[in-house]
């Protein structure tokens, strides 16, 4: 049977619609019930579970039927039979702009609510945050699965105008990367923007491309220079171009070797656990803003699966890691983007800004959001035709009401709700009604 995976990755989609109505959104557009799901086990502020150092976010410690136990207990009501993950943002956006663990950039800079997951520190908390979803969950969970598409954020500098900032450069990643024999620190990164060979023009200004650090034709360094210079990022004729793509194929060879054992360190206490280890990345290539790709993971046994955005059966039929296609772009990484907005929104609620302005900033990436997610029922039939693949899963967000849903409810709790949206739908009918026609529809296409 193949397995479809319903991932629930922020606790604000329980707060606003029940497990069930998750359940039957997943059911009635990939067309089979869920095999297994994935709940959060922490967001933008916390845990959601007690009994470590770490504080849960208030709205959860008030109301524990939205605690992990509880939610388990509900999965387990609806689905007796499926298998439960919790997810982990290894990043640990709580830890708010403490330099001690940020990722740091080239220029020295450090990211806010970006934990490396290099530092030490980081690795006792999430042993922590994993002996606390084992404390609350015993034996119904399943798995940790770690949600790595934004651990490596790369960007234009905020900081330093005209400068690429790449990361992470902290003490912990120049003493490892060291260890995979890179040597150079951030020199080559500062001023002569080895990244550029990574770069594409897209409709937003400029992309990452994904690389394959093994080509079949060739060897990595020559094709990044190649694409380098047909993008224009480099011209033919300029004297370090081609000495630049080498260096920075070292750096990258390096930094996979890195990120594969530290994404291994993160799950070292599920496995003490006997609990299965997943880890979601963008590509099966080096996508740079994870830093790592499957072969690597591969090699080093890092997770039991790997679940990712984009596949390729050449590479997926060449390792042994289970590879599960997650059906929406990037993996992750853009829902990540666009739940974030819901931690500034909190920010911009205690400065007074009022409900519209509020809703409007984090309606924001609606468009995008729901224009990235590939669940449909086609889609998972093509899923089901591609036999490298171990199953497919789908996040049950892909209409402007549930995201207007999501947003209400948000603000209504926080005492900026304004009703009406949020008590009928777009065409006139309670949340009750939406929910019948979904059961109907699911009962026509069993
Ligand atoms: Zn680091």
Redesign the pocket.
């Known amino acids: 049977m193949t397995r479809a995976i319903l991932h629930i990755s922020y606790i604000d989609m329980l707060i606003a619609q029940p497990i069930e109505h998750w359940i039957e959104n997943f059911s009635v557009n990939s067309g089979s019930e869920p095999t297994e799901v994935v709940l959060p086990a922490m967001n933008h502020s916390g845990p959601i579970f007690p009994g470590i150092r770490l504080n849960m976010p208030d709205y959860v410690a008030e109301h524990p039927e939205y605690q992990l136990q509880s939610l388990i207990q509900e999965v387990r009501q609806h689905l007796p039979n499926a298998k439960i993950w919790c997810s982990i943002n290894p990043t640990l956006a709580l830890l708010g702009s403490l330099r001690e663990v940020q ?2 950039d080239n220029h020295g800079g450090e990211l806010e609510r970006n934990a ?4 030490p520190v980081v690795h006792s908390i999430i042993d922590d945050i994993i002996g606390g979803i084992v404390a609350a969950g015993g034996d119904d969970v399943h798995g940790v699965v770690f949600q790595a598409t934004d651990i490596y954020p790369q960007a234009a500098s905020d900081r330093v105008t005209g400068e690429i900032q790449n ?4 003490n ?2 120049l003493a490892a990367l060291k260890v995979e024999g890179y040597r150079e620190g951030t020199a080559p990164f500062v001023k002569r923007h080895p990244e550029r060979l990574a770069l594409r023009i897209d409709n937003d200004g400029v992309a990452n491309i994904v690389i394959d650090l093994h080509p079949t034709d060739g060897t990595a360094s020559e094709w990044l220079y190649k694409n380098a210079v047909a993008q224009n990022f480099v011209s033919a004729d300029e004297p370090l171009a081609e000495k630049l793509a080498g260096e920075y194929v070292k750096y990258l060879r390096a930094r996979v070797e890195v990120t594969a054992k530290q994404i291994k360190r993160l799950g070292q206490k599920a496995q003490e656990n006997g609990l299965q280890r997943a880890v979601i990345i963008g590509d099966v290539n080096l996508d740079l803003t994870t830093m790592v790709d499957l072969r690597t993971i591969d090699k080093h046994q890092a997770v039991d699966e790997v679940w990712t955005g984009s596949t390729n059966d050449v590479i997926v039929r060449d390792v042994n890691t289970p590879v599960i296609k997650f059906l929406f772009v990037r993996g992750t990484y853009i829902i990540d983007t666009f739940f974030e907005r819901f931690y500034t929104a909190e920010h911009l609620i205690k400065r007074g800004e009022q409900a519209d302005t509020v809703r409007g900033y984090m309606s924001r990436l609606a468009p995008k959001f729901i224009g990235a997610n590939l669940l449909s029922g086609n889609n998972v039939m093509a899923v089901s035709y591609m036999d490298w693949l171990a199953g497919f899963i789908a996040l049950p967000v892909f209409t402007f009401q549930d995201v207007n849903e999501l947003i209400d409810k948000f603000l209504e709790i926080r005492g900026l709700g304004i009703g009406s949206s949020s008590t009928t739908s777009a065409d006139g009918l309670s949340p009750e009604e939406v929910i019948k026609n979904l059961r109907d529809r699911m009962n026509r296409n069993p």
């Open positions: 990722v740091i490396c997951i290099t530092n990361t992470c450069f902290c912990h990643c």
